[in-house]
């Protein structure tokens, strides 16, 4: 079997954090989602309310 | 009666007059004048540059929303202003020349009682060597018109993908002093969801360019939002997004000369670089529009109403000092010209006092920082401001009344990373102030309460929705008021 080539370190793609499987799921999980876009909606009337 | 006049009609302008009308239209005349036929919603550019929308869902004509309510329209540029009137008569007035078809370069004098610029940039392409869609190599979502011939040469690269061809996407800012990186970052983001859609993903190379010191900067010298259980800069997220896309990124970089295929740029560090592409959008800077001003007597004053880039002075501290010595209290708060009362400046038109992120130069003197971005709620904030300021004024106030400093405000940025009902997903940003406040938020220059990102499929839903909210509004359609700005 042949050996995979090692991962390449010290490049700029090396760093970042990566989101999991997970985190990248519930990005458009609708019943997720649609609870983020209540939150975001009262984030935003706060952030207004304060510039005020 | 009172005659007011508005250079402009672009977000900020537009709001001046929408809500000067609904204020004080039946008493007072409202002139608009702005050189465009149509108003432009602007932050939806990025979806006409990627095919997903056309001309159409993103502007709409002036010239009858106008006529509906009775403001008086004029399909013209400002050229110059006279505050002082002339040797004839001490009524102020601006001189404008119509781009009307049937009219084209006839000069006309309006006089004012109060005069709100409100232009918006000139999309200074001449300031790099071959960069933009009408004298150069690259392309550009600034306006409606660049976004159809940007889709179109993004669409060509697509057809070219599928055939088996691999191609290199360049998509980031144009210049050492560009502001506007969000909207190179929505559409880079787009662009790769595009290509994913059409499964040719494989077979491009993306790559930002970017005057940013790093990632994430977005002229506000970068934000940090709590996160996972850390305050974290959102460099990290940017970065995170990048490589998940597979996306190359080139930072601290002033594009110098753009050929046929190839851009030139130099680091902050001196260095010279070449990166050859197939495709790309890069932002340009901005300048004033170029509007001169006259005394009295005739004489040449546009150097004490506007900074050497062309934008206007208004009451911020202009002083130059050291990065150090900045301070939330240089930023205008009324936006009022410090020598004629009667003349304002909104949206990007007025000079800021500097920049927000920290000013750089590379080790040849070219200065490589991100300009700060005054755009979106911002401007229409500053706009409202000026339009209550206006009304009392005219109700015999002897100055301003309102002020939207942007140290005293926050934003909120919802930027597209992919448009589609249940696979699409935004980043949604909010920063309060939108300039640090190191008096008063001694770590981090904002409230980190109100300062929050992230980014999903609702952000997606905002973005969508703040499209058809917006122009509903910009329309003066029933109840448009209710509707926060």
Request: a neutral charge; proline letters at 6%.
């Amino acid at each position: 079997m042949p050996k995979s080539a090692n991962k390449e370190p010290y490049q700029q793609a090396y760093y970042p954090p990566a989101p999991t499987g997970f985190t990248k799921f519930m990005r458009t999980c609708v019943l997720w989602q649609a609870v983020r876009f209540i939150v975001i909606n009262l984030k935003m009337l706060k952030l207004m309310k304060n510039s005020h | 009666m009172s005659r007011i006049v508005i250079l402009g009609a672009g977000i900020s302008g537009h709001t001046v007059a929408r809500y000067l009308h609904r204020m004080v239209g039946k008493q007072h005349e409202i002139v608009v004048v702005s050189p465009n036929a149509k108003w432009n919603w602007i932050p939806s550019n990025i979806w006409v540059g990627v095919g997903q929308m056309s001309e159409d869902d993103v502007t709409f004509d002036l010239a009858s929303v106008y006529k509906k309510i009775d403001v008086d329209f004029r399909q013209a540029k400002g050229v110059s202003i006279h505050p002082e009137g002339d040797t004839v008569s001490a009524a102020p007035y601006v001189t404008i020349e119509y781009t009307l078809p049937g009219k084209e370069g006839q000069q006309e004098r309006i006089n004012y009682d109060y005069l709100v610029n409100a232009t918006g940039p000139k999309l200074n392409f001449g300031a790099t060597e071959g960069l933009g869609p009408d004298h150069g190599h690259t392309v550009s979502v600034c306006t409606a018109q660049h976004a159809l011939e940007a889709n179109e040469k993004l669409q060509a690269t697509v057809d070219a993908l599928k055939r088996g061809e691999t191609k290199t996407l360049v998509i980031g800012t144009g210049h050492g002093m560009c502001t506007c990186q969000g909207a190179a970052f929505e559409y880079i983001y787009n662009v790769d969801h595009i290509l994913r859609e059409a499964g040719v993903r494989d077979k491009a190379r993306i790559v930002w360019i970017s005057n940013e010191y790093e990632l994430g900067d977005f002229g506000m010298g970068g934000v940090h939002i709590t996160r996972g259980g850390y305050i974290t800069n959102g460099k990290t997220f940017a970065e995170s997004l990048m490589v998940e896309r597979g996306i190359e990124w080139v930072i601290r970089a002033a594009v110098k000369k753009v050929e046929a295929g190839k851009i030139h740029y130099e680091t902050l560090d001196g260095e010279m670089h070449e990166l050859e592409f197939d495709f790309s959008m890069l932002i340009p800077p901005f300048a004033g529009v170029g509007l001169k001003a006259y005394n009295k007597a005739g004489e040449d004053i546009t150097g004490d109403l506007f900074l050497a880039n062309g934008f206007m002075k208004v009451d911020a501290d202009y002083t130059a000092r050291p990065y150090a010595e900045w301070s939330a209290e240089d930023w205008p708060k009324t936006y009022q010209n410090p020598t004629y009362g009667n003349l304002f400046a909104v949206g990007i038109a007025f000079a800021p006092p500097h920049l927000i992120s920290k000013p750089m130069t590379s080790a040849n003197g070219t200065p490589i920082n991100p300009a700060p971005p005054r755009t979106g709620m911002p401007s229409a904030a500053m706009a409202i401001a000026v339009a209550k300021s206006i009304r009392d004024m005219l109700n015999g106030a002897a100055k301003p009344t309102q002020t939207a400093s942007m140290a005293k405000m926050g934003a909120a940025c919802v930027a597209s990373t992919g448009s589609h009902l249940l696979r699409g997903t935004a980043a949604t940003m909010t920063v309060f102030p939108v300039v640090p406040d190191y008096d008063k938020y001694p770590e981090y220059g904002r409230d980190m309460n109100l300062t929050f990102g992230e980014i999903g499929l609702a952000g997606h839903w905002m973005k969508s929705m703040l499209h058809h909210t917006f122009i509903y509004q910009a329309k003066m359609k029933p109840g448009w008021w209710l509707l926060p700005d």
